[in-house]
């Protein structure tokens, strides 16, 4: 029996502990009922349920900590999951990150060791999705892609081997796994990533009122392209549900590497550039690394609050409701005009329908975009902003029309985001499947991202919806 090979534990449909065991960050996905969970603790947890699956002919799920916004990590077969493999060890000149361990974790872990690394704008992430897709955040423009820093993964393959992979170790699964995305070609137990020389950091935050939301989007891209890598910043458009006083609000925040002097003079520039005053501006201390993260990432909750809900007796982290999304990549700052229409898209009249909506930036550039586009399987690399929409609908069996208009919204907000895109980021997909996404995730790397596939996994075992061959390999059947 598979639940005597485990030193994890495997959690099947009859435990009590099933309905939180199959959950993932969305409540869309609860309705999902996988064949079982198995919590692996090593690599032999992960070999032993891989072997498993094959014999009883099911599909698997790689699970890291389940973020995918498409439901990539879950499905009918056995969902090995990968969150108990969270160790974050400082060795050498490296970090070893478990091929689960979740950003506030890995933070957490490596500041009594005194190392940083690179991670996303959200507590929970897990860098198996993260890492394997990409990987950004507001380091990205000072020190590239979280997956430009992997120098070694560990992977179980689909014949059941472990393989170390790196620059001259299995060179083509390396490359492949530096934004070819989770879920294509084996499962990774083990990141080893260079650190980052970041100790010291301010967070800061400015709000806006949404009257002046065209000036400041459209002020706040000019200021990204033409500041200094050392600034992370993102820009969300938020409904009047989060706003004060209930109303719309554009909010700024983000990080600063430099001296705070420097950050100061730069919310200036911002403020002059959107002809605008913001509402409020906080600049915190300079502080760690780790601190100004996890204040950015978990606000005052502790770690073991910052963990999603019903993960431990003490985690509050809120999971997302049912969503639609619309995201692309964009290589330019808008004009006034362009901007004007991404505000049209995200539609202000629709204010009494009081939904949870919002439209969000991230900046990108800088080192990320210093790499050739095939240096690694991650080709975005004349992206300078993340921009996307998203709805969300607390109770969409009780609400009748709710998918069907929430749906129509992420349409028209892809349909405004087309003219500006240069491409999509695989850990963003919109909801809305495109004809050609394979080439809108990939660039020209999709053709050596299916060789790599054909070489590691030629029968298409690991797969979901958008993994690499979904649509042109054949499959043997399985659940
Ligand atoms: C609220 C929220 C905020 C986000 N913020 C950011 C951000 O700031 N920056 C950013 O870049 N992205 C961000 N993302 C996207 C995130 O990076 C992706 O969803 C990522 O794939 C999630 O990884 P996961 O392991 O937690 O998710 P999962 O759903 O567990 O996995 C995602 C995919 O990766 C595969 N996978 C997971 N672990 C492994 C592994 N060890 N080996 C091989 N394949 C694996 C899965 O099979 C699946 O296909 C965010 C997502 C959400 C929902």
Redesign the pocket.
């Known amino acids: 029996m598979l639940r005597d090979r485990l030193r994890g534990e495997l959690v099947e449909p009859t435990d009590p502990g099933f309905p939180q065991a199959k959950q993932?960050?969305?409540t869309e996905y609860d309705t999902v009922r996988p064949h079982a969970v198995a919590y692996c603790e090593s690599e032999q947890d992960v070999v032993a349920c891989l072997r498993h699956a094959q014999d009883q002919g099911l599909g698997v799920?790689?699970?890291?900590?389940?973020?995918?916004?498409n439901?990539?990590?879950t499905g009918e077969g056995l969902v090995i999951d990968?969150s108990r493999m969270n160790h974050a060890l400082a060795d050498g000149p490296i970090v070893r990150l478990g091929?689960?361990i979740?950003s506030l974790d890995a933070l957490d872990a490596l500041k009594p060791q005194r190392r940083q690394i690179v991670?996303?704008?959200?507590p929970?992430?897990?860098?198996?999705?993260?890492l394997?897709?990409?990987?950004?955040?507001w380091q990205t423009r000072r020190f590239g892609v979280?997956s430009d820093r992997i120098a070694a993964a560990r992977?179980v393959l689909a014949d059941g081997r472990s393989v170390r992979c790196s620059a001259t170790e299995e060179p083509d699964l390396y490359w492949a796994l530096r934004g070819g995305?989770?879920?294509?070609?084996?499962?990774?137990?083990e990141f080893e990533v260079h650190p980052i020389d970041a100790p010291m950091m301010t967070g800061f935050e400015t709000l806006w009122a949404y009257e002046d939301a065209v000036d400041v989007l459209t002020a706040w891209q000019e200021w990204c392209v033409a500041g200094p890598d050392e600034l992370g910043t993102s820009l969300v458009v938020l409904p009047g549900m989060f706003g004060p006083q209930g109303r719309p609000v554009v909010r700024v925040w983000g990080v600063h590497l430099g001296p705070t002097e420097q950050l100061v003079a730069e919310l200036d520039v911002l403020a002059e550039r959107a002809g605008a005053k913001p509402i409020s501006r906080t600049v915190q201390p300079r502080g760690t690394y780790a601190d100004v993260m996890h204040e950015a990432l978990c606000g005052s909750q502790t770690v073991a609050q910052c963990h999603r809900t019903g993960s431990g007796p003490e985690a509050r982290g809120h999971r997302?409701p049912y969503t639609r999304q619309s995201y692309r990549l964009t290589g330019r700052a808008a004009t006034r005009a362009e901007s004007s229409a991404l505000l049209d898209a995200w539609d202000a009249s629709l204010e009494q329908e009081k939904r949870e909506r919002y439209l969000l930036c991230?900046a990108l550039g800088g080192a990320a975009n210093r790499v050739p586009r095939t240096a690694t399987a991650y080709a975005h690399r004349d992206a300078r902003f993340l921009i996307g929409y998203q709805m969300a609908c607390r109770n969409v069996s009780e609400d009748p029309g709710a998918e069907a208009r929430l749906t129509a919204w992420a349409d028209r907000a892809g349909a405004a985001l087309a003219p500006l895109a240069c491409g999509s980021?695989i850990?963003?997909p919109s909801s809305r499947v495109s004809e050609d996404w394979e080439t809108d995730f990939f660039g020209e790397n999709h053709a050596r991202l299916l060789q790599v596939k054909r070489a590691y996994d030629p029968e298409n075992f690991?797969r979901?919806a958008q993994?690499i061959g979904s649509r042109t390999l054949t499959t043997k059947a399985a659940s």
């Open positions: 993932l960050q969305n799920h790689i699970r890291g900590n389940g973020h995918s916004m439901g990539w990590s990968l091929g689960g979740q991670t996303g704008t959200f929970t992430v897990s860098a198996g999705g993260f394997t897709g990409g990987g950004l955040g979280g992977v995305g989770g879920g294509s070609f084996g499962i990774v137990t997302h991230i980021y850990n963003f690991f979901h993994s």
